[in-house]
């Protein structure tokens, strides 16, 4: 049969209102998405190189690795291989080392005038 006025109405009004209801689909554009993309990278790369910036300025006594060194190597001369001499100072003391493959030998303990430029050369020869 026919059908009737009221259902054409409704199906005519059912089609106008799913011809409006689709959602106009919008692509985004790739330049918009790869800015987006690199401003969020300089955004994190920022945050990190901060936080290595401040605990390398933070560094306090309470880390060990900063520590005052007690004793350090003023000099090192290689002789011969993996030999050598080297000028060591522990605290206010300062000593001359010598240095082979399996050992490690006091040679003197060297005063501050021994280091003037030309005590040193003599007190060298004097001690070896």
Not at 51 to 79: G, N, W
């Amino acid at each position: 049969m026919f059908p009737l006025r009221s259902e054409i109405f409704r199906f005519s009004l059912e089609a106008k209102a799913a011809a409006k209801a689709r959602p106009a689909i919008e692509v985004p554009s790739l330049w918009g998405y790869s800015l987006k993309i690199l401003l969020a990278l300089a955004v994190v790369l920022s945050v990190i190189l901060l936080f290595a910036y401040l605990l390398r300025r933070v560094r306090v006594a309470s880390f060990p690795f900063s520590r005052q060194k007690r004793i350090e190597v003023l000099e090192f001369v290689p002789l011969m291989g993996k030999w050598g001499v080297a000028l060591v100072r522990v605290g206010r003391r300062k000593f001359l080392v010598g240095l082979a493959e399996g050992a490690i030998t006091l040679l003197a303990e060297v005063e501050d005038r021994d280091l003037e430029e030309e005590t040193f050369a003599k007190a060298l020869e004097d001690n070896m």
